[in-house]
């Protein structure tokens, strides 16, 4: 009942998914090893992380489990649409949300990011056994399963309660630190105030 209660919180002004607080997850200031449990062959995303954190972040994305997920991501990282797209909510502990491509901007106003899309379809959800574990893909999502565009999120830490309710699309398998870096929002949203580290820029290695 406690975890449903937690899902039924992480839905927030349509694209602005995952806003709750995930109270059982381990502090990203303390992890812990990092190993990746998503195993498999596929494109790389490579992010380039501009702000409090300093870096690149890979991830090894999944197309063998969510195809169209992945092509997505990979059409908006190629087009150049996340480029100077900012981390809107970070939740310590929990996940780190971007890829806003229509509100979310750098030097754009913010006040609403985390609501919008882009100019793409929204995608059927495909859902999977893989769990969301530390440094997991996922995409965020409204309250209707089908309802992903072009923001996604990255786990700080294991969230139980969102296996087979979002879809994972991959994980990072390099700049782990990088993430656990970025700098945190505040509030139960998670909402950055400020400046925002953001994804200066975004690019696939195949």
Request: glycine share 14%; aromatic share 6%; charged share 20%.
């Amino acid at each position: 009942m406690r975890d449903r209660l937690i899902v039924a919180g992480l839905f927030v002004l349509g694209l602005a998914v995952l806003g709750g607080y995930y109270v059982n997850a381990t502090r990203a200031s303390d992890p812990g090893p990092y190993e990746p449990v998503i195993a498999g062959e596929g494109p790389v995303m490579a992010i380039e992380v501009a702000g409090e954190a300093e870096g690149t972040i890979r991830i090894q994305l999944r197309a063998d489990v969510a195809p169209e997920h992945v092509e997505r991501v990979v059409t908006l990282a190629e087009r150049g649409d996340y480029d100077g797209v900012v981390f809107h909510r970070v939740i310590d502990g929990f996940m780190a949300q971007t890829g806003d491509v229509q509100h979310g901007q750098v030097g754009g106003d913010l006040r609403r990011a985390g609501t919008g899309g882009s100019d793409l379809p929204n995608l059927p959800a495909e859902f999977s056994d893989l769990p969301f574990e530390r440094g997991v893909m996922g995409m965020a999502r409204s309250q209707h399963p089908d309802s992903a565009n072009s923001q996604f999120f990255l786990m700080f830490a294991a969230a139980p309660h969102l296996n087979r309710e979002y879809t994972a699309l991959g994980q990072i398998i390099d700049g782990i630190e990088v993430l656990d870096a970025i700098k945190r929002g505040t509030g139960p949203n998670g909402a950055v105030q400020g400046t925002p580290d953001a994804m200066a820029r975004v690019t696939i290695e195949r």
